[in-house]
């Protein structure tokens, strides 16, 4: 099987597919103003017989997992018929999301009977007001409701993302709340360091904060450093005998950030990002009508990777095409 690698060594088994671009949240760093529709361009987003041949070219090129993104990702009506297709008729082993969790406290029974490997839910602060603030949306009650019932039907491999936001969570009062959290829930933490976006400027001047500052709070704590094989992605883990659930970071301006990149991206209009921050974005979409099509697509997808570039260029002030992160996926 020829596999995804790219020129520069890495390897490629992770790919988030962005289902939809619609977002009902406006949280600061992403969506200010909510999901506005995109009148420049009236494609639809994938439907599920895209999405199906789509993963199946994946999977025959090596990928083992896929993770549905957004916008957010549960605002569509089919979105548990697409978990059911990935899981089942398309050789993709691993199926996950990144949600913002809406109406988690609804369907947490539907995501345990889903065949679903894992849920990222997005939650900046576990103070009310705060969450409010951020996000526009008093949802934060239902939100922990949702996990607690994953919990009861002992739904494996929650995780919890926070964007590390400069005056707003970065307190250690806000790092000792989640300590707590985590302290009795097996659920693992990250804070992700705020990325500029190419509508975001203004509030990346405000609010970013290297996430070193996380770190040293780690530290400070007698958190370990969890050493992870190759693939293991641009996270950094720490664990602590006296807690079920570790922490992490996500520090993409740390250098060396890209040399452990194992993932690419697919917008929710089929369009291949080899990069979060990437300026090309080349279409697969109609490679993806047939079922005839699939050595066309598989061919199409591995000649693009030739173009990844070594690193994302952020620290130069590079956003590439993402106005935000709500068609990439984040
Ligand atoms: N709506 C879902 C959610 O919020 O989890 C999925 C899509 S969202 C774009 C995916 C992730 O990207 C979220 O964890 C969000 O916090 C993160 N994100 C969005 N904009 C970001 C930014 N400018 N910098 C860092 N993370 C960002
Ligand atoms: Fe929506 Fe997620 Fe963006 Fe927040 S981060 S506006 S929940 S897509």
């Known amino acids: 099987m020829q596999k995804l690698t790219d020129t520069f060594g890495r390897s490629f088994p992770y790919i988030r597919l962005s289902i939809t671009d619609v977002c ?3 949280c600061g760093y992403c969506l200010p103003n909510g999901y506005q529709k ?11 017989n895209e999405i199906k041949r789509l993963a199946k070219g994946l999977s025959e090129l090596g990928v083992c997992k896929i993770r549905l993104t957004g916008g957010e990702p549960t605002v569509r009506s089919d979105f548990f018929d697409i978990v059911k ?9 691993k199926v996950v999301i ?8 609804k369907i947490s029974n539907q995501i345990s009977n889903s065949g679903l490997d894992g849920i990222n839910i997005s939650i900046d602060s576990l103070n009310r007001e705060t969450f409010k603030v951020i996000t526009g949306h008093d949802r934060l009650p239902e939100i922990i409701e949702g996990i607690r019932n994953l919990q009861n039907l002992n739904f494996q491999n929650i995780k919890i993302n926070a964007v590390l936001l400069k005056g707003i969570n970065d307190s250690e009062k806000n790092f000792d709340e989640w300590s707590k959290f985590i302290k009795i829930n097996k659920i693992d ?3 992700i360091e705020l990325m500029q976006t190419g509508d975001g400027l203004d509030y990346f001047k405000k609010y970013h904060i290297p996430a070193k500052i996380f770190k040293n709070y780690l530290n400070k704590k007698n958190w370990i450093h969890q050493t992870l094989g190759r693939d293991a992605g641009p996270s950094l883990n720490y664990i602590h005998p006296e807690y079920k659930g570790k922490f992490g970071i996500i520090a993409p301006y ?37 079922d005839d099509q699939l ?9 693009q990777l030739n173009f990844k570039k070594e690193s994302h ?3 130069l002030g590079k956003t590439g095409l993402t106005n935000n992160l709500s068609t990439t996926g984040g």
């Open 254 to 290: 740390s250098k060396d950030f890209c040399k452990s990149c194992n993932r690419l991206r697919i917008t929710s209009r089929g369009d291949l990002r080899l990069c979060l921050f990437g300026t090309t974005g080349i279409s697969v979409r109609h490679l993806i009508q047939r």
């Open 85 to 93: 297709i990935l899981k089942n008729e398309t050789g993709i082993k």
């Open 189 to 191: 933490f990250r804070y």
């Open 313 to 315: 260029y952020l620290e």
């Open 295 to 303: 050595e066309e697509l598989k061919d199409l997808i591995l000649k």
């Open 24 to 26: 009902n949240f406006k």
């Open 98 to 105: 990144t949600t913002n969790g809406y109406r988690l406290n």
């Open 38 to 48: 995109d009148n420049s361009d009236n494609r639809k987003f994938l439907d599920v």
